[in-house]
């Protein structure tokens, strides 16, 4: 049974009643970030229940030791790890001497919080009546500001009800933290030092092995009814942290205010040295902006990015809460400020997946952040890849590949590969497809040829060299085949001939010679700089294309469908729907060995490259490829709702294209996979935008411009979005009636909608 607590409304998350079964979901769900920083929903006061404490810093990690049995040849000798950080969040508070603690607490009433999506903050308040007897109300807001990235705020405000009282609240900084997710419980911090100055405190640590240096810093104002009084501030030093006590006598019904500001400060953007130096300017512009000024700061962040990345939907209250709740999460996680940075599948809201970089962000997230940003935002993600592209090549040269072919890590924070699971980390070597797909994805819609040029192009030849050497010619077959392999569907370990897998690394090298022969017929100066920076051959072309004119793609002529794999009609053929519920999700219910041996689907695979490739089947492919494996499909994976939605959508299943939709968009609020405690799918959320906009929008990119064929679920009465194309501003809107498009910004335009050209003029709505 799913969750339901979560109030349904269009633009905040909203949870009222204190229940602490739900403590560590709600803190995954109304976690804070700002694409350089992120903050589980911990309370800021002590709370002796079952917490995940959570805060994290993009780009720093640790590589945590491998544990495994026994070792194998190029197996990763660690799991990137993205650490908890500090705690910069604490107020530990006192009232008449008895600690404040919800745990604790003889009774709590009217608990309340709120994620405002729409101006970027996280909100929460409660009654409480302690163990001497006073009772208060509490209201606490904080945000992490878009603008100032290295910069948290709280403005934490007690009112005691019936009597007067003495409140203590003490702000500190804690580094003696450790990682809910560690493979041998090593300590991952060093504290070098913890210093205090004038209200202001901070705490130097360093990360063992990878030396990230970082500064943790806060400074606290105190106001009594909205007015700030000056209380000299009690320090309480110790090895690992710090606090400066606040001592305030409030008479009942007055509200004391605690305003904290604090944040980090890293070594990836300041000489160490100048770290705490560092910290005091962003405080500096922090106090003197203010708690309001921020606030409004945020305010106008926020509503800068909805203008442009918002999807209103109209009669469908929890579709519309889904959505925007994805879309602000991605925003949260990422904002394309800092190429060095990626996206983590569970963002800044859990450590599951290390926080580390997947194939998921070229095959799902590119699309949103191209449609929705600037096109420098999306082309920093593909620069992200060109930066590791040396450690990809010697990621292959560890397996044994030569020649500069590059195989891309399954997981990474630095370009090294680190995913411990052996038949991930030589097996899915799919992700190199989605690499290639990624830069004709981002040319094909930006129209920016200048990165394929530029960078692109290396990556590409790297990525076919790979293709050329991972396949092998099968005697018997006639035909290229490549073997030992997982796709897409983990559910298949070790298998021959997984049909995504042959396809995509066809078409990769197939791509690749297409870029090479343009570029040498259009741009002879980069195609003489490249070949030679590559020592490529026309010979080593020429066996390239070998590979790529002859691959296998296994295909029963009995189903008249391309197969998942060789051995995919061996199994035991039994739909999803004659499983018992008692069984289901098959990952915590059956041993590994029973899932590999039966036909179930953890996520599209086949379906993943009618997908991309849509262009290359035909309509009855897809609906016969789709009633085939479709029943077999158990969705446990987060990635693949949101490409079934799409195909349904194509082929005008509405029903069954919503209830993709709605089981994406709601993933986390409604906890489909019972784990959201860990964290969000942060990745999948772009599925979410792209079930909307590719799937009930119907926009492709075809011939250069933009073609739509637009759908509406039953459910909803109207749908809007808007897309960046190539820097004009298109507004889609689709209600049951008609279908309206206007350009917000930029010239006339050609779009095709229905199969029917017309052209767009910034003067009028068609």
Request: hydrophobic residues 35%; aromatic residues 12%.
């Amino acid at each position: 049974m799913n969750q339901d607590y979560i109030i349904p409304n269009s633009w905040s998350i909203i949870e009222e009643g204190f229940d602490a079964t739900r403590v560590k979901s709600s803190e995954s769900l109304f976690s804070m970030g700002n694409g350089a920083m992120g903050q589980r929903a911990n309370f800021e006061e002590d709370y002796s229940g079952d917490t995940f404490q959570g805060s994290y810093i993009g780009g720093v990690y640790y590589p945590d030791k491998t544990r495994v049995g026994w070792w194998k040849n190029g197996y990763p000798e660690y799991f990137a790890k993205v650490l908890n950080a500090p705690n910069w969040i604490g107020i530990r508070i006192k009232i008449d001497g008895e600690d404040l603690d919800l745990n604790a607490c003889l009774h709590r009433s009217n608990f309340r919080r709120e994620l405002d999506m729409k101006e970027g903050f996280y909100k929460r308040s409660f009654n409480a009546t302690l163990n001497n007897g006073v009772e208060v109300e509490v209201e606490s807001t904080r945000f992490l500001s878009l603008e100032l990235d290295e910069l948290g705020v709280i403005n934490y405000s007690i009112t005691p009800l019936n009597r007067d009282v003495e409140i203590s609240f003490t702000p500190y900084l804690d580094a003696g933290i450790t990682n809910e997710d560690t493979n041998w419980d090593d300590a991952f911090w060093e504290t070098l030092s913890v210093s205090e100055n004038n209200d202001q405190a901070f705490i130097h640590s360093q990360t063992l092995k990878t030396n990230f240096n970082v500064c943790t810093f806060m400074q606290s104002k105190v106001l009594l009814n909205d007015t700030q009084v000056d209380i000299d501030g009690h320090v309480e030093k110790q090895e690992n942290s710090i606090g400066i006590t606040y001592l305030s006598k409030v008479s009942k019904g007055e509200k004391a205010t605690l305003q904290k500001f604090a944040g980090y400060v890293v070594s990836t953007n300041h000489k160490t040295e100048t770290l705490v130096a560092a910290a005091k300017k962003v405080l500096e512009k922090g106090i003197i902006l203010g708690y309001a000024g921020l606030l409004d700061m945020q305010k106008d962040s926020w509503a800068e990015i909805w203008e442009m990345a918002d999807i209103g939907i109209e009669g469908d209250i929890k579709a519309q809460q889904g959505i925007r709740f994805n879309i602000f999460q991605l925003n949260q996680t990422y904002l394309g400020k800092d190429a060095r940075l990626n996206i983590g599948p569970k963002g800044f809201t859990g450590e599951k997946y290390g926080g580390s970089t997947y194939w998921d962000t070229e095959a799902y997230c590119l699309p949103f952040y191209m449609a929705t940003k600037d096109h420098h935002v999306a082309r920093s993600l593909l620069e992200y890849r060109y930066h590791h592209l040396e450690k990809a090549i010697e990621n292959a040269a560890k397996l044994g590949f030569t020649n500069g072919a590059a195989l891309y890590p399954m997981v990474t924070m630095n370009g090294e590969e680190c995913h411990n699971e052996w038949e991930i980390t030589f097996e899915e070597i799919h992700r190199n497809g989605a690499i290639s797909f990624a830069i004709f994805n981002y040319e094909r819609y930006t129209g920016d040829y200048s990165y394929i040029l530029e960078k692109g192009l290396e990556v590409l030849i790297a990525i076919a060299r790979f293709w050329h050497q991972r396949a092998t010619f099968s005697n018997d077959k006639g035909q290229f085949v490549i073997l030992g392999v997982t796709g897409p569907n983990e559910y298949e370990n070790n298998v021959n001939n997984n049909f995504y897998t042959n396809y995509i690394a066809s078409w990769s090298i197939r791509y690749t010679t297409a870029q090479i022969k343009y570029i040498e017929a259009a741009h002879k100066d980069d195609y003489s700089r490249i070949m030679t920076k590559t020592h490529l051959s026309k010979a080593e072309l020429s066996a390239w294309n070998d590979v790529a004119s002859n691959m296998y793609l296994p295909f029963s002529e009995k189903e008249d469908v391309y197969l998942q794999q060789d051995g995919f009609l061996d199994k035991e053929l039994v739909p999803v729907s004659e499983l018992d519920k008692s069984q289901r999700p098959i990952n915590q219910k059956w041993s590994w060995d029973r899932i590999l041996r039966s036909p179930y689907i953890k996520q599209a695979d086949v379906l993943q490259c009618f997908y991309f490739f849509e262009e290359d089947f035909s309509e009855e492919q897809l609906t016969k490829h789709f009633d085939f494996y479709e029943p077999f499909t158990v969705h446990e994976s987060s990635l693949s709702p949101c490409v079934h939605s799409i195909q349904a959508a194509k082929l005008g299943r509405m029903d069954q294209a919503y209830d993709m939709y709605l089981r994406t968009s709601r993933l986390d609020l409604d906890d489909y996979n019972h784990e959201v405690e860990e964290g969000c799918h942060i990745t999948s959320m772009a599925g979410t935008w792209l079930s909307i906009v590719e799937g009930f929008g119907g926009m492709r990119v075809r011939n250069g411009g933009l073609s739509f064929t637009p759908r509406i679920p039953s459910a909803w009465k109207r749908y809007s979005f808007k897309v960046n194309f190539r820097g004009q501003i298109l507004k889609v809107s689709v209600s049951n009636t008609e279908s309206a498009f206007s350009i917000e910004r930029g010239a006339d335009m050609e779009i095709e909608v229905n199969a029917k050209k017309m052209i767009l003029t910034a003067a009028k709505k068609v």
